[in-house]
């Protein structure tokens, strides 16, 4: 039975003389995914992390491993002593393994990696001798270029193993490698992947929520908190700063053109993430905006948006379809949670015919007459930080 997990890293061999550092951070993000493991112990070596645990637990362990970012592929393997006899009896028990338990192979081939060059076999030959003996013990049919299983051997100066399986990881970089930065979370589909897709590129995530009650209830409240707490996880645990909105809404609803609404609530959103970001030690704010998905979303209106911004705005959805979007929701496990029915304070008060080609000049007139930016300090002084256990 497998005893060992191959974890291959990702982007990180990219990574010149800071590739320690991120590894360091990698090995700290699986620590805390595999604390409720206690029996597995991680080893590092040949340029990868090795996890070590029982059988019994191995599953368990590598569905919670693939969620880790900065890893390309897992592998359950069996540690097995560099010599071709050994090597062999253990790619043989593998495959028959893998067909006990209901993978029927009609073909096979053997890819042999030999990191230690002292080991007297070159990668061809232990293919050759390690392929014989499952010809000779299944029957099955070799096949180099499409083979229905591929068995993997490798021969390391630390360590030997063998394997037949390989599970896609996560990608991207290990959180906690590229800075903090703040997410603007709603409770609908995109900015719960948009925050996904930070952590991804190697970012710890806060977030912030609007809230306008009585115009947005208590249950909308505690959709964005679920979202919130299904990216904590990655991270360990998330910030989540909720700040009450309607005051800034109402002066909008009663003293600015209806058609500027949207523009000046997302203008006020961003000078208050941008003081709060701050006050976090993020580095960047995050949002689920795309372009030209709905009518805020222009290139005008984005950029009218943004100047209130006192931090580099990223936005990863940018240049999804909403179909993209979608099926990265359905993935990460929060599209049917966002697909719930909410009241989004951005669409309170929306006019029917809203303003597409934001100007600068007519916009800052409208929000000088309101006094915005004195709300705004009272609502990043108001805010309430909720801490989401991952």
């Known amino acids: 039975m497998p005893d060992l997990i191959v974890l291959r890293h990702g982007e990180l061999f990219l990574k010149g003389d800071n590739r320690r550092q991120f590894e360091q951070v ?54 097995v002593a560099p010599e071709l006899d050994a090597l062999g009896a253990a790619a043989v028990a593998a495959v028959e393994e893998a067909i006990a338990r209901g993978r029927r192979p009609r073909s096979f081939r053997v890819k042999a990696r030999r990191a230690d060059k002292s080991f007297p076999h070159p990668s061809p030959e232990i293919g050759r001798e390690v392929g014989a003996c499952v010809v000779a013990a299944t029957g099955l049919a ?11 051997v490798e021969i390391g100066p630390v360590l030997s193993f063998v394997f037949v399986e390989r599970v896609a990881g996560a990608g991207g970089l290990p959180v906690g490698v590229s800075g903090k930065v703040l997410l603007l979370l709603s409770g609908g589909i995109d900015s719960p992947v948009a925050g996904h897709l930070m952590q991804k590129r190697g970012c710890r995530l806060d977030a912030v929520y609007f809230h306008s009650p009585p115009f947005t209830g208590a249950r909308t409240r505690a959709k964005v908190e679920q979202l919130a707490a299904r990216l904590a996880p990655a991270q360990g645990d998330l910030t989540l700063a909720v700040v009450t909105f309607t005051p800034i809404q109402t002066a909008v609803r009663d003293g600015a053109p209806c058609e500027m609404a949207v523009i000046l609530y997302r203008r006020a959103m961003m000078r208050i993430a941008s003081a709060l970001a701050q006050q976090r030690g993020c580095l960047a704010l995050a949002t689920g ?27 990863p959805l940018v240049a999804f379809d909403k179909a993209e979007t979608i099926e990265l929701a359905r993935r990460i496990g929060t599209y049917d949670l966002s697909t719930e029915p909410y009241e989004d304070c951005c669409s ?19 929000e000088a007459e309101l006094a915005l930016e004195a709300l705004c300090a009272e609502a990043v002084a108001g805010a309430e930080l909720c801490s989401l256990a991952g």
Do not use: K, M
Not at 142 to 152: A, F, M, N, S
């Open 289 to 315: 905006e795309n372009l030209g998905q709905v009518a805020s979303q222009t290139i005008e209106n984005l950029s009218c948006i943004e100047a209130t911004a006192s931090l580099l705005v990223l936005r």
């Open 348 to 366: 309170l008060f929306v006019p029917r015919h809203p303003l597409i080609r934001a100007r600068p000049e007519p916009v800052e007139r409208a």
């Open 142 to 152: 070799v096949d180099l270029e499409q083979p229905e299983l591929t068995v993997g």
């Open 26 to 79: 990698l090995e700290s993000n699986l620590r805390r995914t595999l604390a409720p493991i206690p029996e597995a112990r991680i080893e590092r070596g040949q340029g990868r992390h090795f996890v070590r645990c029982p059988a019994a637990e191995l599953p368990a362990a590598l569905a919670r491993l693939s969620r880790v970012f900065g890893l390309s592929s897992l592998s359950p393997a069996v540690a």
